[in-house]
């Protein structure tokens, strides 16, 4: 592959991470608005449920794989799905979502502490944690945004904080499937397999949940079920978050690791936080102080900040 096309790869992958940071930042307006007639555990299992089905639509071919290689489908599935997105949504009805939000953004943290421990990958000289800082300042700014107060809330904040841990787990398992050459779209798919597998024990625990504003209470009353169902915003919401956020962004999200590099790419997420409140300012009206402004100029230079290569890393490239 000569240098152009490298190049031109490299755009590529970051035109995917792009795209799925974007829709990502979407996905908590969609999800606050399906929360008046759906349960938290409820969202999550029908929106990775049609994330599969729809996957099986766009791609309707079977991926063989190695035998072994589904223990990390599955260690996937349930690091990046079940227990990120599970323990996220559990621990904003213990903490404020700003609390949720700032703390989640660690993630790229854990991805390259995970990737240097376990695969070796030296992601973690001084540009990278400065970045990392000047980053996660400016995201608690987004958050916060002149609304709210930081309330440390030690059940909240310790799930939030446990989801974090389990995406850099769950980018460790994606950088070793990668590494196999596997179909990015067969692949996400069978993550979501496995992911959906490992919720069917909650939502028959949910079975049992009477209160209704509990995150994992799931009902089967068919008048509830069909008056929530008739909405065809809710349709639109749940197709939204899972063949789009869900389906597609996964898969693209697992391409653009697999071209530009797992920690690189994670380091995107701070932008998430950004793209909501802009998105919010649009859609639902919701204001943007000047310490939001401010706070999304920083966590991007701080996303530039943590590219940049350490100069004992450039010379032996000028030398070459």
């Known amino acids: ?19 799925s940071i974007f829709f990502w930042g979407i996905t908590f307006i969609c999800t606050k608005a399906l929360l008046t007639d759906f349960s ?15 996957l099986w639509i766009i791609r309707p071919k ?3 794989t190695e035998r072994r290689d589904n223990i990390l489908f599955a260690l996937a599935g349930l690091s990046g799905v079940v227990l990120y997105q599970f323990s996220e949504n559990i621990a904003i009805n213990f903490t404020n979502a700003s609390n949720v939000s700032v703390i989640v953004s660690i993630c790229p943290l854990f991805t390259a502490i995970i990737a240097q421990i ?38 909240g904040d310790l799930l939030a904080l446990f989801s974090a841990i389990c995406w850099g787990f769950y980018s460790l398992f994606v950088s070793i499937i990668n590494k196999k050459n596997y179909d ?51 349709w639109f ?18 391409k653009a690791c697999e ?18 409140i802009v998105f919010a300012f649009f859609t639902l009206k919701e204001p943007i102080t000047w310490l939001g402004a401010l706070g999304s100029v920083i966590t991007i230079t701080g996303l530039f900040i943590s590219e940049k290569k350490p100069a004992e890393h450039e010379k032996p490239e000028e030398q070459e």
């Open 40 to 54: 938290s555990l409820e969202i999550l299992f029908f929106r990775f449920l049609a994330a599969y089905i729809g």
């Open 1 to 19: 592959m000569t240098q152009k096309q490298e190049e031109s790869k490299k755009i590529w992958g970051y035109v995917l991470a792009a795209a």
């Open 184 to 234: 990015p779209v067969c692949t996400t798919r069978k993550v979501f397999f496995f992911a959906v597998v490992f919720m069917l024990p909650l939502v028959l625990a949910g079975l049992g949940v009477k209160n209704p504003e509990s995150s994992m209470h799931v009902t089967v009353d068919a008048a509830i079920n069909a008056a929530r169902f008739s909405k065809p915003l809710n």
């Open 118 to 155: 376990f695969l070796k990958e030296n992601h973690l000289n001084l540009w990278f944690l400065l970045g990392f800082i000047i980053s996660i300042f400016g995201v608690a700014l987004v958050c916060f945004n002149g609304k709210a107060q930081l309330e440390l809330n030690p059940k």
């Open 237 to 254: 919401n749940l197709l939204f978050l899972g063949v789009i956020a869900s389906g597609l962004c996964f898969s693209a999200w697992n």
């Open 62 to 64: 079977w991926q063989k």
């Open 259 to 276: 071209i530009v590099g797992t920690v690189k790419v994670s380091c995107g997420l701070y932008l998430i936080p950004v793209v909501t």
